[in-house]
């Protein structure tokens, strides 16, 4: 008669991801968001990982939690390990014979900069599915599901990173709007709309450019940088355009460039990849890049 004694069992797979992203990104809360679950459900997990190892990793705080001592010297195994994990995952993926390409970019530039140019992507590539999501700040490419990722970095490109246009800023309008502004101070008595993203857009620029005398421009917010765009060609007000972004539109005459002072931000629109890369998205890559 075989003898098949219970063998002890370990912590849930789930319950290490949820202590090695709150140990890496400072809390719960920024943990769930990177998870998509909830707060709570990343504290259970942890309470679950610590009844089972019979000490807490985490100090609870009315500010938030911090890491024990033995939670600080474990947590960097458990993210090279995840680092590990997802590395492989990456080479099954990429030795597949896949046709689909993830693309996660930035709202605007999904938008205004990558939608454009889509469709002579999929002529060029009938074989592969292009999909896209817009993200607000730029995923781990090699724990995330994704091929491709498109965002302003101000870091030196990587191995991984195609640097494919400098991020530059100027004032533009629509044709109707441009006919009433012959000054910088001009724009005081004209709306001047701002992205969410970039709030801090008209300050850079106005500094370079009159940088002894502040001027202070007003107009409404919008959460979009295609919406902005939008009420900027309808004649809503004045936008700080990205070069890139806005070229298009100014060679079709929808807007107009105000000034030639053009502000260098210090960004550049980064294409970044996986690794390895894999035959179908190498063909997406250096077309985009193109």
């Not at 900069?113 to 889509?118: G, S």
Request: net charge neutral; aromatic share 6%; with cysteine.
């Amino acid at each position: 008669m075989s003898i098949q004694p219970p063998r002890p069992r370990g912590p849930s797979l789930n319950a290490l991801r949820a202590f090695e992203a709150s140990a890496r990104l400072g809390g719960f809360t920024a943990a769930a968001e990177e998870l998509n679950v909830t707060p709570g459900a990343v504290a259970q997990q942890i309470k679950n990982l610590e009844d089972w190892l019979g000490e807490p990793l985490f100090q609870r705080t009315s500010q938030g939690v911090r890491l024990t001592a033995l939670g600080e010297a474990t947590a960097g195994r458990f993210s090279d390990a995840f680092d590990q994990l997802g590395e492989a995952v990456g080479h099954l993926r990429a030795r597949a014979s896949t046709a689909q390409i993830s693309v996660a970019a930035l709202p605007s530039l999904a938008q205004c900069w990558l939608m454009p140019r889509l469709p002579a992507l999929r002529r060029a590539l009938p074989d592969l599915v292009i999909s896209v999501t817009a993200l607000e700040k730029p995923p781990n490419l090699i724990r995330e599901a994704f091929d491709v990722s498109l965002f302003f970095s101000e870091a030196a490109p990587g191995a991984d990173e195609i640097r494919i246009a400098e991020d530059r800023i100027y004032p533009v309008c629509a044709p109707e709007i441009a006919a009433s502004v012959s000054s910088v101070d001009d724009l005081t008595q004209i709306p001047c709309l701002r992205d969410g993203h970039w709030q801090a857009d008209w300050q850079v620029w106005l500094r370079r450019v009159m940088p002894d005398r502040p001027v202070a421009v007003t107009g409404p917010q919008y959460s979009l940088y295609s919406m902005a765009l939008d009420a900027a060609r309808s004649g809503g007000g004045v936008l700080m355009g990205h070069d890139c972004l806005v070229t298009p539109l100014i060679e079709r005459g929808e807007l107009v460039r105000l000034f030639d002072l053009t502000v260098p931000t210090g960004r550049w629109l980064t294409l970044r990849t996986t690794r390895p890369v894999h035959p179908a998205l190498k063909r997406f890559v250096d077309l985009l890049a193109s």
